[in-house]
């Protein structure tokens, strides 16, 4: 995939047509802690009162046209030192770099500038999407352990792996 072709952007409700395309995939949203939208109304609910109003929530764009996206969101109080980070993108173009090609992009122009005083990014994987855990590595996140039985999501506990990403890690 050309890396010009993609670019990070703040969604825009006009984008909603293109968030149906993945949004209302299981495959998608199966590992993400918001259920499947079902109705372009849901759609637009959703980018305007949840992605639109968010600190950081980027459409990551192929040609200007949202395919998924990525979030960074920083702690509160004493948390303000470290951020979670989260990524989705439309099943049909898994596998093509374009994730790890967006999570790179916000990693390096945004995270740590947007956030003062931001020094450590989290990002929390299930033991069994794989794919997301190679996005990860691919970027230079740091797999630092199991926590079991950590996250629940869609009326399961689930075991999680904790990846991070300091201020002073390269990309890769």
Request: hydrophobic fraction near 40%; glycine fraction near 8%; aromatic fraction near 10%.
């Amino acid at each position: 995939m050309d890396p010009s072709r993609i670019s990070l952007r703040a969604f825009r409700l006009s984008d909603v047509d293109n968030f149906l395309n993945w949004a209302t995939d299981d495959k998608v949203t199966r590992y993400l802690r918001w259920n499947t939208i079902s109705s372009r109304e849901e759609a637009s609910s959703y980018l305007e009162k949840v992605a639109i109003p968010q600190p950081y929530r980027r459409s990551i764009c192929l040609d200007d046209h949202s395919i998924g996206y990525v979030s960074i969101k920083p702690g509160s109080g004493d948390d303000k030192t470290r951020a979670r980070v989260g990524y989705a993108i439309g099943a049909e173009y898994w596998g093509q770099g374009i994730t790890t090609t967006a999570l790179k992009m916000a990693v390096a122009a945004d995270a740590f500038s947007v956030f003062e005083g931001l020094v450590r990014l989290e990002a929390l994987v299930e033991v069994e999407n794989v794919g997301s855990q190679r996005v990860l590595e691919k970027v230079g996140f740091l797999k630092e352990g199991l926590l079991r039985k950590y996250g629940f999501c869609k009326g399961e506990i689930r075991d999680m792996i904790v990846y991070s990403f300091l201020s002073t890690d390269m990309i890769k």
